[in-house]
């Protein structure tokens, strides 16, 4: 699974500052902390602008970690079934993918390119904003379903604070920070059986005045 993330810019700046130390050979053990995050970090692929088009549907992204699943047989067909897509809609993605040089062919199989890719920005974008808004509208798709296996399956929680704008900015450094540690512990590429979302939110209920 990727966590995509409308990165504020000072966590932006420690993902790129982060590339550009273990590219200069910068070692320190043993990791503890921010520089243990900083590590798992730079085992993510940092997308391009371009790479954003993906995210207008939301199932693109899903198709890209699809292809590491156990159960994938590189067919069209197998992922449309999993994800609940029409076969066309399928084709139509791994094409386009393809363009992007996000997907390649291997072992007569179409998986992705990127180990792990990572799409951020520091500034706020129509495509990511959209990304989120699609995401959110799948999350309470899944709370409709009630069943003792559904709610199981899935985690939603929140919860509300008297806070300050000092303490904001830190609270969202510390999120991203936490949300990639996550993503770096749950992904199993060896025996994965399932395609997950992870996603927090962070917001005011209240005026800034």
């Not at 520089?35 to 954003?52: C, G, I, R, Y």
């Not at 386009?96 to 920005?121: D, F, P, Q, V, Y």
């Not at 199993?188 to 800034?208: C, K, N, R, W």
Request: hydrophobic share 40%; with cysteine.
């Amino acid at each position: 699974m990727q966590p995509l993330l409308e990165i504020a810019p000072e966590v932006f700046e420690t993902i790129r500052r982060a590339h550009v130390e273990h590219i200069d050979g910068e070692a320190v053990a043993p990791l503890r902390g921010r520089q243990e995050v900083k590590t798992q970090m730079v085992e993510w692929q940092l997308s391009d602008a371009a790479t954003l088009a993906i995210l207008r549907q939301w199932f693109f992204v899903a198709i890209l970690e699809f292809t590491t699943l156990k159960k994938y047989d590189g067919t069209p067909d197998c992922i449309a079934r999993n994800l609940g897509l029409a076969q066309e809609t399928v084709k139509v993605a791994l094409r386009e993918l393809a363009n992007l040089k996000l997907m390649h062919e291997e072992n007569g199989k179409w998986i992705k390119t990127h180990k792990r890719l990572r799409m951020g920005s520091s500034k706020t974008q129509a495509e990511i904003r959209g990304f989120h808004h699609a995401m959110m509208n799948k999350a309470q798709e899944n709370l409709k379903l009630t069943s003792a296996d559904d709610f199981e399956r899935r985690l939603i929680s929140g919860l509300m604070i008297t806070t300050s704008p000092q303490k904001v900015k830190r609270l969202k450094q510390r999120l991203n920070e936490l949300l990639h540690e996550l993503a770096s512990e749950a992904i199993d590429e060896e025996d994965g059986s399932e395609v997950y979302h992870i996603a927090l939110q962070l917001f005011p209920l209240t005026s800034s005045d």
